[in-house]
């Protein structure tokens, strides 16, 4: 009986296992940041946020409507004439006629809640396209480097291949085979490192998509041979800083927060203001009867319109207290605001400085990693011929991996930050 059991509950296992099928992707940056947008569970919070926002825009607009409610009673009583039953039922509609503005002034801040909250949206989708950005440019640069040390672990192979040849027939000493050999195995060590951080950098990516990570990601490589078009379609300056004031969401989420606070003034000041609002109702009773068995139909139908007015008179300060304080928070958002052109700006120099050295650096790297690997190739050609020792090849190859590295992280730094200052300039991410 356990042995069946146990059987079952395996087998369920196995069912599960297989059930959950992993999927397969290939993705370019655009695709990531595609199902990034459609994926992630911070943005649907957000949206239903900005939903729930425009339905209290949506409720705060009906609030101009007048309001109707039923009644409906029904009472029993006991009195010297034994039980007797009656009722009453009555329709009732009330409208406010004015205000203070606050009405109006209500629905224009509910409105203003949802446009910013769009902005914000916007803002997350910004942050996110910059870390994916972030994480795929990684994933390209281990895997260019990938791809360069396994030539140089090929070449790596064949020079302790000859090595061992060379030293049977003692033309070279055990240390330089010793060496070779040990250049070899950290080759080899190169490559498994750089294929564990690609692993490592595509779970991370797998994170910002909202992905399975047991799903499968491949990634799509774009044209990376060529950089200076990132170099010449480098607007000026004062063009980055003036583009960047135009869009970025930061700006505009502290003009709304700067409306929204000119709104809580006219709200608090509202409150100085007498409050109308008519009133109409229309009733009657219901039948009625008694422990004698007499009834009747009681009373005619009542009719009533009415106007009132409520006047603030003396509220203990609260409301110039609420409008000072308004007023102050307006200040702050005024002084907010400030500090976030200030900071914009700053910013987007910052950017722009930062593309301008990255590209310095690559082009010097680039000149460096074309110079090395030319004078690895030859040195590798003189050391078959036996024209150098074991040392001098060694070393030049050091010098070539050192500066191999050194192009690729520069390469991709400009790369990076170039689409970080398209980013801040409200230009879709291409590669």
Known sequence: MKKAITSVFVFLFVCSVFGQESRSYQFSLEDCLRFAVANSYERKSMELTGQSLE?????????????????????????ANGWSVSGNVGVGSSVTIYQGGNINNTIEQSR??????????ERYDDQLAIQILQSFLTILGNQELLNYQLEVLNTSREQMKQGQVRYKVGSILESDLLLLEAQYYSDSNNVVDTRINIDNNLLDLKVLLSMDPTDELGIISPDTENLDNLKETLPTEEEAINLAMDYMPELRMSDYDIRLAEKSVDMARGNYFPSISANANVGMGLLSFDQSGNSQW????????GVSMSIPIYSRGQTKANVKKSRIALEQAELDYEQSVLTVRQTVVQAYRNVVSAYNAYKVAQVRENAYSKSFNAYNLQYQYGSITTVDLLQQQNNYLNALNNYIQNKYSLVMKRKILDVYMGVPIKL
């Open 55 to 79: 339905t209290t825009y949506e409720q705060s607009k009906l609030q101009r409507l007048p309001n109707v409610s039923a009644s409906l009673g029904e009472n029993f009583s006991n009195n």
């Open 298 to 305: 009681y009373g005619k139908p009542t009719e009533s319109v």
């Open 112 to 121: 203003l809640n949802v446009e910013r909250n769009e902005v914000q949206l």
